[in-house]
């Protein structure tokens, strides 16, 4: 099993949702805070939010009142739901542990919201 496989990406247009999902090992991950980062062309990874293991979470300001990031621990799932995209929200979007484990950094899955 890899480390983290995110999906749930595709192309969208503007206003529309998605939700992502991200399947985590729980061997390297357990239950320590997770969060979902994304990456625009020619840009730095940022974390956009995040959930603690207490089950607390905290979003970017860009995407506050718009994504929620949720866990189901029986899974070893994080999701991510968005809405309200718009074009700045386009990305590949990746989920770690926050901080992230460098070495495990997944595929991402893409996001392109279209005008």
């Known amino acids: 099993q890899a480390p983290l496989v995110e999906s749930g990406g595709g192309l969208v247009q503007a206003g529309e949702s998605l939700r992502l999902s991200c399947v985590y090992s729980?061997?390297?991950?357990?239950?320590?805070?997770m969060g979902w980062y994304r990456q625009a062309p020619g840009q730095q990874r940022e974390l956009v939010a995040r959930?603690?293991?207490?089950?607390?979470?905290g979003y970017t300001d860009s995407v506050k009142g718009r994504f929620t990031i949720s866990r189901d621990s029986a899974k070893n799932t994080v999701y991510l739901q968005m809405s309200s995209l718009t074009p700045e929200d386009t990305a590949i979007y990746y989920c770690?542990?926050?901080?992230?484990?460098?070495?495990?950094w997944g595929q991402g899955t893409q996001v392109t919201v279209s005008s």
């Open positions: 770690n542990q926050d901080p992230p484990l460098r070495t495990y």
């Open positions: 729980r061997r390297i991950f357990s239950t320590n805070a």
């Open positions: 959930t603690g293991r207490a089950g607390q979470t």
